[in-house]
C-alpha cells in the first residue's frame, strides 16, 4: 500500500470514527428543541442553558464534584499502593495489586450491583459520599497503573544513593521519588477523573436519585422527551475530556503511559 493510499485509508476511517460526534455536535446547535441532523438554524443557547437551567447546573457541579473527589481519593489509595510494590519486590505482594486492579477488570454492571448491595446492607444508601468512595475504588486502577509506571521508570541507584547518605524513607520520597512520579500523578489523576465525570451506572446504582450528576440527569431527562441540551452536555464532556489529555500529553509522558517501552539500543 502506498503512502497516499495508506493516509486516505486512515482519514476514511477517521471520518467514520468521528460521524458519530459529528451528528451530537451538529443537533447541539439546532435553532428549535429538536434532535434533526443536519441542524435546522443555528443557535448556542442550548450550552447556555447548562450554566443558566437550575437543574442542569446542579448536575454539572454534582458531577465535577464527585469527580474530583473520586479521582483524588483514587489517587490517596493507589499511591501507597504502588509505593509499596515497588519497594517490595516479593510474589506475595502481586495480590495487592490484583485486589486494585480487580474492580475495574469486572462488568461494570457486576460492580455497580455489589456496590449497591455493601452500601443498603450498611444502611448507607443513597448518600453522597458513598459514590465518591465506590468511584475511586471502581477507577483506582488507573492511577494505580500509571503510577506504576512512574516507579518503574525511576532509577533504583538514586534511592539508594540518598539511602547511603543518611535520609529516611519519608525524605526519599519526599524529595527523590516524588519529583520524579509527579507527571504520573497528575496522569492518574487526570485519567480517573474523566472517567468518573461520564460514569452513569455506579453513581445511579449507590445514590439513586438523591444526587444527579449530568449522565443521571441525560437519563432522567429522556422521560420528558429529547432536547438539544443533551448534545450540549455530551459536546462539553468531549471538550472537557479534549483538554485534560491534551494537558496531558503535553505535560507528561504519554506514550508510556499508553504502554510504549523504552528503546535502550
Not at 56 to 83: D, E, G, H, M, Y
Not at 216 to 240: C, D, E, H, Q, W
Amino acid at each position: 500500500m502506498t503512502t497516499a493510499l495508506r493516509r486516505l485509508f486512515f482519514l476514511a476511517v477517521g471520518i467514520f470514527l468521528a460521524l458519530p460526534l459529528i451528528v451530537v455536535a451538529g443537533v447541539s446547535i439546532n435553532e428549535k428543541q429538536t434532535l434533526a441532523f443536519p441542524p435546522q438554524g443555528f443557535s448556542l443557547s442550548w450550552y447556555g442553558e447548562i450554566f443558566t437551567n437550575t437543574e442542569w447546573r446542579n448536575a454539572l457541579f454534582a458531577s465535577l464534584t464527585l469527580a474530583a473527589l473520586s479521582a483524588a481519593v483514587a489517587l490517596v489509595i493507589a499511591l501507597p499502593l504502588a509505593w509499596f510494590l515497588w519497594r517490595r519486590i516479593a510474589p506475595w505482594a502481586n495480590i495487592f495489586q490484583l485486589l486494585g486492579v480487580a474492580p475495574f477488570t469486572l462488568p461494570p454492571v457486576i460492580t455497580a450491583l455489589g456496590f449497591l448491595t455493601f452500601w443498603a446492607t450498611t444502611g448507607f444508601y443513597g448518600q453522597p459520599w458513598t459514590a465518591v468512595i465506590s468511584h475511586a475504588i471502581f477507577f483506582v486502577t488507573l492511577p494505580l497503573v500509571t503510577l506504576s509506571l512512574g516507579f518503574s521508570a525511576i532509577d533504583r541507584s538514586l534511592v539508594e544513593a540518598a539511602a547511603t547518605m543518611g535520609a529516611t524513607d519519608r525524605v526519599i520520597f519526599r524529595t527523590v521519588v516524588l519529583p520524579l512520579i509527579l507527571p504520573y500523578i497528575v496522569s492518574g489523576y487526570a485519567f480517573a477523573f474523566v472517567l468518573s465525570l461520564n460514569e452513569y451506572i455506579v453513581a445511579y446504582m449507590t445514590v439513586g436519585f438523591t444526587m444527579e450528576t449530568l449522565p443521571i440527569k441525560i437519563f432522567n431527562a429522556l422521560r420528558y422527551g429529547y432536547t438539544p441540551t443533551m448534545a450540549s452536555v455530551t459536546v462539553l464532556f468531549l471538550a472537557i475530556a479534549a483538554l485534560v489529555f491534551g494537558l496531558v500529553a503535553r505535560y507528561g509522558d504519554l506514550p508510556k503511559l499508553l504502554g510504549a517501552m523504552a528503546d535502550d539500543r
